[in-house]
């Protein structure tokens, strides 16, 4: 197997010549010239697509341009793609655009409905050591395969906000799918978050990151770390849940935009007033839970063995299967429960 081959379709595109596309593109709408072109390009909007998914105030902000020249723009983006009124049928055709990465388990991929979702974001929560940050290790190195293998030839963002991204995971990963590990970890970049700020910062400066380097798979491990510590107290409530609403939001973007998969862990909490039912609950509450597209609870088993339970899709049924975690990554168990 000629792991090169694969790996080397991973690459980052040639900078100048994609600009100049970029700028063609944009420069397409009425009233678009060089210099808007510009502006917008250097604040990541590098896509009509994106442009037009994007509220005009939030694009005035961070393009330094007046609101109401946002909003002609944001209303011409949407002209331009035809983002207005479709049938569902139309709508079942977009839908093809959709792809997934192999989690490196059939059971856990058949739960997620074929892999991990491009154009939406999946959740993974659970206690430590329940595996999310071995599933994020494993698909950054499957999204690197090619399409009939179950990888999209592309590279992975990974977000880290706890430390605990180990390129030594990594090589055992690779080697276990044919891949060259050096070819592997060239092919993900990875970013240390340190606050919630800066990990607001890195997201919206990944706009123009993803079409630029080819990436496909966006991970943050995990998302509330940060937040959780920052904002303490029933008196800051508001205010991070607010900040976590925009975070989400941007990832949504990004994730519709590119056709990008956006994968993130979260932390969890137990509550002691519960008598009946799983008193363990995701951090974020109720603007976490309606931001996220699909979301999978994890537990410990015996040994390696963990639970992935399916706990909201808009399509997938609630269902429960067995997964291993393995010195190779995510695995099939190899006795389910």
Not at 159 to 183: C, M, N, Q, S
Request: glycine residues 8%; aromatic residues 6%.
């Amino acid at each position: 197997m000629n792991s090169k081959k694969e790996t080397q379709k991973a690459t980052s595109i040639d900078e100048k010549k994609w600009k100049q596309e970029v700028l063609k593109e944009l420069m397409s709408m009425a009233g678009v010239g060089r210099s808007i072109a510009s502006k917008l390009i250097d604040s990541g909007y590098v896509s009509l697509k994106l442009i037009a998914v994007t509220a005009p105030r939030v694009l005035a902000n961070e393009v330094g341009i007046g609101e109401k020249t946002a909003e002609k723009l944001v209303s011409a983006a949407r002209m331009a793609i035809g983002l207005e009124f479709s049938t569902a049928l139309d709508f079942l055709k977009h839908r093809q655009i959709i792809k997934h990465i192999t989690t490196g388990s059939k059971a856990l991929d058949d739960l997620l409905g074929g892999g991990i979702e491009t154009s939406g974001i999946t959740e993974f929560y659970g206690e430590y050591r329940t595996g999310k940050t071995q599933i994020c290790h494993t698909i950054a190195v499957t999204v690197q395969l090619p399409e009939e293998r179950g990888g999209l030839e592309g590279k992975a963002l990974y977000v880290d906000t706890e430390g605990t991204f180990r390129p030594e995971r990594i090589v055992p990963i690779a080697k276990r799918f044919g891949l060259d590990p050096e070819d592997v970890l060239q092919n993900i970049i990875v970013t240390r978050a340190f606050s919630s700020d800066h990990q607001i910062a890195i997201i919206r400066k990944a706009k123009k990151e993803i079409p630029l380097r080819n990436i496909k798979l966006v991970i943050v491990d995990s998302l509330t770390n940060h937040f959780r510590a920052e904002y303490v107290g029933i008196d800051t409530l508001a205010i991070r849940q607010q900040k976590i609403n925009v975070h989400l939001h941007d990832l949504h973007r990004i994730a519709y935009a590119f056709n990008t998969a956006v994968v993130v862990t979260n932390q969890v909490l137990v509550n002691p007033a519960t008598f009946f039912g799983n008193p363990i609950h995701a951090i974020g509450g109720n603007i976490v839970a309606h931001n996220i597209t699909t979301r999978v609870s994890l537990r410990k088993s015996k040994g390696n063995k963990r639970v992935a339970k399916m706990e909201d899709s808009p399509y997938l049924p609630e269902s429960e299967i067995v997964f291993e975690i393995s010195d190779s990554g995510i695995i099939d168990s190899s006795i389910e429960e």
